[in-house]
């Protein structure tokens, strides 16, 4: 099997959202053996807000399960304890 791992995000933001639903659309730029470029477009009310370029690399293997346990246990740790200052 394959997996892909982030080598970068390249992201503009065009003009800000309100407390609304957005919309990301993902289009494939190159799709390789061994990297995978993706365009994002993030869209409200069809308006582009933000767009976006991620460059993966595509790796043979299998992921640990330990490993997406502890991405998974540090997701909800996240999500669930905000930690930015809002002042």
Avoid: M
Wanted: with cysteine.
């Amino acid at each position: 099997g394959f997996y892909s791992v982030g080598l970068d995000i390249n992201a503009n933001h065009i003009k800000s959202v309100k407390n609304e639903f957005v919309t990301g659309i993902t289009k494939p730029i190159h799709l390789g053996r061994t990297t995978h470029v993706w365009e994002i477009k993030v869209k409200q009310n069809n308006n582009i807000t933000c767009i976006s370029r991620l460059t993966t690399a595509v790796l043979k293997g299998w992921v640990s399960s330990s490993i997406v346990s502890a991405r998974e246990k540090w997701t909800e740790t996240n999500l669930t304890h905000n930690n930015y200052d809002h002042n």
